[in-house]
């Protein structure tokens, strides 16, 4: 089973950025689609942004022109860039890797993003 650690989240002023790292425990983005997940209280988990296996990249609509997901393979690392955040981006940010074949999903524990002024 596969073994994400997130970090980077934490209190941010609005208008301002935060960048997410998703490191997973071996070298799977060959064959695992991942994606940045959030949950705020009281609300379903929602996907923010995927990157595939063959590197094509795919956003909420919520979240286009102000969020990039990207990786580095070197790394075994997903990272969340998140520009222009806003009161409503405050949630749980999960990372989650998908098997392109089974469909298994493993999560990270998440990481807490509050936007507040």
């Known amino acids: 089973q596969v073994q994400l650690v997130e970090s980077g989240g934490g209190l941010v002023q609005p208008g301002g950025s935060l960048r997410l790292s998703c490191v997973a425990s071996?070298?799977?983005?060959?064959?695992?689609?991942m994606g940045w997940y959030r949950q705020a209280p009281g609300k379903q988990r929602e996907l923010v942004a995927a990157?595939?296996?063959?590197?094509?990249?795919h956003y909420a609509d919520f979240v286009k022109g102000r969020f990039t997901i990207s990786r580095d393979n070197a790394k075994n690392t997903v990272y969340l860039q998140m520009d222009s955040l806003k009161p409503e981006d405050t949630a749980v940010y999960y990372c989650?890797?998908?098997?392109?074949?089974?469909?298994?999903?493993?999560w990270g524990q998440g990481t807490q993003v509050a936007v507040s002024s």
């Open positions: 989650d890797a998908k098997h392109d074949y089974s469909g298994y999903s493993s």
């Open positions: 071996t070298n799977i983005f060959s064959i695992y689609t």
């Open positions: 990157i595939t296996s063959g590197g094509s990249t």
